[in-house]
C-alpha cells in the first residue's frame, strides 16, 4: 500500500507542477509567441536539470558506481523515438492546429492525450487492466472534458486534427519513454528537456521571434525548469513504479491543478462544471488507488540499473564498496523467480496475462 500511494503522489505531484505552467505562463509570459515560450520551458527544464545532476555527481559518495546515470545503449532508440515524438513533433502539431481551431475546441481535444497513452499502453504494450482501472480512467478523462467544456462552442476546425496528432505524439512519448524508465529519470529528463529546447527555440526563431528579454527569458526557463523538468522526474519515476496507463491517467488531473491555481491568481467563483470535474477526477483516482492486482507470476532474468532497495526483487552481491546506503543505484541482474503478491505493471512485472 505505501508503494502504492507514493508513487501515486509523485505522479499527482508531477500534474500539479505540470499543471502550474499553464496559469504561471499567462502571468509571466503573455507578450512572448507560443514557439519561443515552449523553447525556453524545455530549455529551463534541460539546463536546470544539467546543473542539478552535475551538484549530484560532485557530491557523489566514494566508491558509487561512476556510471549509474549513464544510458545504456539498447535504451537510446526508445529515448530518441520519444524525444521526436513529444518533444519535436507534438509542439510543433499543437502550435499548428491551435492557429486554426476554436480554443474551447482545443481545450476539449487535449484530453485525447490520456485515451491515447492507454490505448497504447493496453494494446500494444500489453499492460494489464480490469474493469475497476478502465472505470478509473474513464472517470478522469470525463472530468477532463467537463474541466474543458464550453458551453455554446460550435464547430471544430481543420486544425483540430493536428491537435489529436500531438496528442497522439505525446501517448507514443508516455510509452516509450516507459521502456527506459528504469535509467535514472533526471537524466532522462535533462536530455529530453535540451533536445526538445533546441529544436523548439530554434524553430521560434526561424519563424521570426525576437530573442526575449532577460527577465522573461528567466521567467520562463525558471516556469519551465519546475513544471516541465521536475515534472518529467518525477512523471518517469511514477511510470517506473506503475506503469504507462495509470501514470498517464494520474497525470491528466493536471488541468484540474491549473484551474484552481488561476482561480487564486485571478479570483473567480468556480463554475458548477469546476465541481463536477473535481468529483469525476476524485473519483477517478480512488478507484485506482483501491486496485489490487494480484497472481503468481514469473520474472525472467534481467539485468538493468535504477534506484532499489534489498527488497524480495533485489537479492545481489556488490562487485564494488557498499556502505549499506538504500536506495541505492548500480547495475544488477535479476535471476528466474516465481511468487504471488500484489503488483503493479512497473519495472519488474511486465509479463503477459492469460486473460489478454
Not at 499567462?26 to 529551463?44: C, D, N, S, W
Not at 546506503?325 to 504471488?340: A, D, F, G, K
Request: aromatic share 8%; net charge neutral.
Amino acid at each position: 500500500m505505501s508503494i502504492r500511494l507514493n508513487a501515486a503522489f509523485t505522479a499527482l505531484l508531477a500534474a500539479a507542477l505540470f499543471g502550474a505552467t499553464t496559469p504561471l505562463a499567462k502571468a509571466l509570459l503573455g507578450t512572448l509567441p507560443p514557439v519561443m515560450v515552449a523553447g525556453l520551458f524545455y530549455l529551463g527544464s534541460g539546463l536546470g536539470l544539467a546543473a542539478l545532476i552535475g551538484v549530484r555527481r560532485w557530491r557523489r559518495a566514494a566508491g558509487a558506481p561512476a556510471d549509474a546515470g549513464r544510458i545504456p545503449p539498447a535504451d537510446i532508440p526508445w529515448l530518441a523515438g520519444a524525444i521526436a515524438a513529444g518533444g519535436v513533433a507534438g509542439p510543433a502539431l499543437l502550435m499548428l492546429g491551435l492557429s486554426t481551431t476554436p480554443a474551447a475546441a482545443s481545450a476539449l481535444l487535449l484530453n485525447l492525450e490520456s485515451v491515447f497513452t492507454a490505448l497504447i499502453a493496453w494494446l500494444v504494450f500489453r499492460e494489464n487492466v480490469d474493469t475497476q482501472v478502465a472505470l478509473g480512467m474513464a472517470a478522469i478523462v470525463a472530468g477532463g472534458v467537463a474541466l474543458s467544456w464550453h458551453p455554446g462552442a460550435t464547430g471544430v476546425s481543420p486544425g483540430a486534427l493536428l491537435i489529436a496528432g500531438a496528442c497522439l505524439c505525446w501517448a507514443i512519448d508516455n510509452n516509450l519513454t516507459r521502456k527506459v524508465s528504469a535509467n535514472d529519470a533526471m537524466t532522462i529528463a535533462c536530455i529530453k528537456g535540451l533536445a526538445a529546447g533546441a529544436v523548439n527555440f530554434g524553430l521560434a526563431l526561424a519563424l521570426g521571434a525576437r530573442l526575449p528579454g532577460l527577465a522573461s527569458a528567466a521567467a520562463a526557463m525558471l516556469t519551465g525548469f519546475a513544471g516541465y523538468g521536475v515534472s518529467l522526474v518525477l512523471f518517469v519515476v511514477a511510470l517506473r513504479h506503475l506503469g504507462t496507463a495509470r501514470t498517464g491517467a494520474y497525470f491528466s488531473v493536471a488541468p484540474l491543478f491549473g484551474v484552481t491555481i488561476a482561480l487564486a491568481l485571478w479570483p473567480a467563483l468556480p463554475t458548477p462544471l469546476f465541481w463536477v470535474a473535481t468529483a469525476l477526477m476524485a473519483l477517478g483516482v480512488w478507484l485506482h488507488l483501491r486496485e489490487r492486482h494480484e497472481h503468481e507470476h514469473t520474472h525472467e532474468a534481467l539485468e538493468h540499473t535504477h534506484s532499489h532497495r534489498h527488497d524480495a526483487h533485489h537479492q545481489h552481491t556488490h562487485d564494488f564498496p557498499w556502505d549499506g546506503t538504500e536506495p541505492h543505484t548500480h547495475l544488477h541482474r535479476h535471476e528466474v523467480i516465481t511468487h504471488s503478491h500484489a503488483h503493479f505493471p512497473d519495472i519488474h512485472h511486465r509479463h503477459r496475462h492469460r486473460s489478454s
